[in-house]
T-cell receptor
Framework: GENVEQHPSTLSVQEGDSAVIKCTYSDSASNYFPWYKQELGKRPQLIID?????GEKKDQRIAVTLNKTAKHFSLHITETQPEDSAVYFCAAPDGGDWGKLQFGAGTQVVVTP | NAGVTQTPKFQVLKTGQSMTLQCAQDMNHNSMYWYRQDPGMGLRLIYYSASEGTTDKGEVPNGYNVSRLNKREFSLRLESAAPSQTSVYFC???????????FGPGTRLTVL
C-alpha cells in the first residue's frame, strides 16, 4: 500500500512569514493529493488538493506543488496569520477505485503574533 | 444539510464492554469511512464502505466491526473494548474517489 511521510511534525512561524510542509509518497501510480486542516478540537477539513496532471495549484494564500518524479508534494502558506494555527495533514490514494486515502502523521503549525 | 453526524460525542467504557458508534450523512454520498486519530499518528483508516452493501478493512481493523445499514448510515462496533482503543473516532463520506472527504465532528472514546 501507499506510504506517506510528512515533515516537519511541528512548525513555529512568526505572523506574516511563510510556512512550508513537505510530504513524500511511495506509490508512483498515485494521482491525487489533498491537504486537510484540523483546528484544535474540530474535524479535519479539505483546504486544497492537486491532481497529477498539474504541478502547482494556488488558492489565495495557500499553494500546493507536486513533483511526481521525486514523489513529493508540498503545502505553502504565505503571509501567515494566527488563524492558520492548526494541524495540517497531507494524503495520497491507497490504491483501488474507492477513494481510500493514506494520511501523513500531521504537522502542528503555530503562528505567533 | 446536517452533513456528517456522529453519536455519541463522548464515551467512557470499561475494558470488555461493547458499544456502537453511529454515523449518518445526508449528502447522498456513496462512500463512507471510519478513522481513528491518535496523537502523532495522523488519521488511520479502520474500515470503509465504497458503496451501499459493501465494506472492507482498512489499515487497523482488528477489534472492530462495521455495518453499512443503508446509503446514509455506517456504524462501527467495538465488541470487547480494550484500553488500546482509546482514541478519537471520525466518520467521513465522499461522493466518489478523488473528491473531498467530509468528516463528522468525532467521538472521543476512553477505555479504562
Amino acid at each position: 500500500g501507499e506510504n506517506v511521510e510528512q515533515h516537519p511534525s511541528t512548525l513555529s512561524v512568526q505572523e506574516g512569514d511563510s510556512a512550508v510542509i513537505k510530504c513524500t509518497y511511495s506509490d508512483s501510480a498515485s494521482n491525487y493529493f489533498p491537504w486537510y486542516k484540523q483546528e484544535l478540537g474540530k474535524r479535519p477539513q479539505l483546504i486544497i488538493d492537486i491532481r497529477s496532471n498539474v504541478g502547482e495549484k494556488k488558492d489565495q494564500r495557500i499553494a500546493v506543488t507536486l513533483n511526481k518524479t521525486a514523489k513529493h508534494f508540498s503545502l505553502h502558506i504565505t503571509e501567515t496569520q494566527p488563524e492558520d494555527s492548526a494541524v495540517y495533514f497531507c494524503a495520497a490514494p491507497d490504491g483501488g477505485d474507492w477513494g481510500k486515502l493514506q494520511f501523513g502523521a500531521g504537522t502542528q503549525v503555530v503562528v505567533t503574533p | 444539510n446536517a452533513g456528517v453526524t456522529q453519536t455519541p460525542k463522548f464515551q467512557v467504557l470499561k475494558t470488555g464492554q461493547s458499544m456502537t458508534l453511529q454515523c449518518a450523512q445526508d449528502m447522498n454520498h456513496n462512500s463512507m469511512y471510519w478513522y481513528r486519530q491518535d496523537p502523532g499518528m495522523g488519521l488511520r483508516l479502520i474500515y470503509y464502505s465504497a458503496s451501499e452493501g459493501t465494506t472492507d478493512k482498512g489499515e487497523v481493523p482488528n477489534g472492530y466491526n462495521v455495518s453499512r445499514l443503508n446509503k446514509r448510515e455506517f456504524s462501527l462496533r467495538l465488541e470487547s473494548a480494550a484500553p488500546s482503543q482509546t482514541s478519537v473516532y471520525f466518520c467521513a463520506s465522499t461522493t466518489n474517489r478523488y473528491n473531498e472527504q467530509f468528516f463528522g465532528p468525532g467521538t472521543r472514546l476512553t477505555v479504562l
